[in-house]
């Protein structure tokens, strides 16, 4: 199916360079793009996706540099973004300059979308050191987060907490954070219009952060950040965003209705382990990964 949507896109991109907009698609390069943007099913999209891609990991970034020097490029697939973005029509925000704390206090007083107005309780920015070399990004608060301010406390969390020991990290190590911050009424997940109009605050947290590497869990996050769409063929193979290699893998809430994703899971999150020269210590598993 992989060969069939490269060809596709193939062509297609090909058609369009030639400035045609419309193509005939044979059923089977109708299926193959059908199965790469099928749209996934809410609260979380994760489990909706049809197709498993065999996990094709690329080298990690060696560890040949200061602890704290910017990550060497590991060797970056790109994914190909198979929809364009539905453009969004909102003010600009310009955060250069604003310190961490003003980001947060500009967050709090935020009304760029209607999720200030969905019944949030309180905007829910980061938790974690905002230092931190190794950066985690979800999808938005729940009802758990809602209520504390903090992300990632309810039971996704515990299981993201899990994770992060598994890969020799303390939680306060890293830094935390969300696509949207405020909560989507019932957990739903945040619309496109949503996600762009809190894209900005997450910008300047990377920006302001610098992370060595960021982990994207879900589409959700893979979608706002790196416009690609499919966790489950782009976990495991490291992106990029502005010269940081980034890690896609499955969302701790989807893990946590299908267990057996936490195997990929593992493998992706050690292949982030390597950048920073730390390795599982066999045969042992983590928690995260041999829980229930
Ligand atoms: N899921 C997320 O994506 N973020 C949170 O903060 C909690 C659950
Ligand atoms: Fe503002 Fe983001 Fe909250 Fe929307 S989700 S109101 S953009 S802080």
């Keep these: 199916m992989e060969d069939v949507l490269g060809q596709v ?13 419309r193509a005939w698609l044979s059923p089977e390069a109708r299926a193959a793009l ?15 996706v049809a197709v498993s891609a ?24 790109t994914p190909v973004p198979l929809a ?26 935020c009304s760029r979308c209607d ?15 905002p230092h931190a070399e190794l950066m985690f990004i979800g999808e938005g608060p729940g009802a758990d987060e809602d209520a504390q301010g903090i992300p990632f406390v309810g039971a996704a969390g515990q299981l993201l907490t899990k994770m992060i020991e598994g890969m020799q990290f303390r939680r306060q190590e890293v830094y935390i954070c969300n696509i ?9 997940q945040p619309t496109h219009e949503e996600g762009e109009a809190c894209l900005p605050y997450l910008r300047r947290q990377i920006e302001l952060v610098k992370p060595r590497c960021i982990v994207l869990l879900g589409s959700t996050a893979l979608w706002h950040l790196l416009r690609a769409k499919g966790i489950t063929k782009t976990h495991g193979q490291w992106q990029k965003f502005n010269d940081i290699p980034v ?29 920073f020269g730390k390795s599982p210590k066999p045969p042992a598993v983590p928690a995260a990964a041999a829980a229930p």
């Design 9 to 21: 896109i193939g062509v297609l991109k090909a058609r369009r360079l030639k400035g045609e907009r």
């Design 34 to 48: 059908a199965a790469s943007v099928a749209p996934a099913p809410r609260p979380r999209p994760e489990a909706a």
């Design 54 to 77: 065999p996990v094709r990991p690329v080298p990690p970034p060696e560890l040949d540099r200061p602890a704290a020097a910017p990550a060497r490029s590991p060797a970056v697939e």
């Design 84 to 109: 364009p973005a539905p453009a969004v029509s909102l003010p600009s925000l310009d955060l250069s300059g604003r310190s961490l704390e003003e980001v947060r206090a500009a967050v709090a007083a």
């Design 115 to 129: 999720l200030c107005r969905a019944g949030r309780r309180q905007t829910v920015f980061s938790d974690g050191d």
């Design 180 to 188: 949207v911050k405020c909560r989507p009424p019932n957990n739903r």
């Design 247 to 275: 890690m896609p893998t499955y969302h701790p809430s989807f893990l946590l209705r299908v267990p057996e994703r936490k195997r990929e899971c593992w493998n992706d999150l050690q292949q982030v382990m390597k950048v």
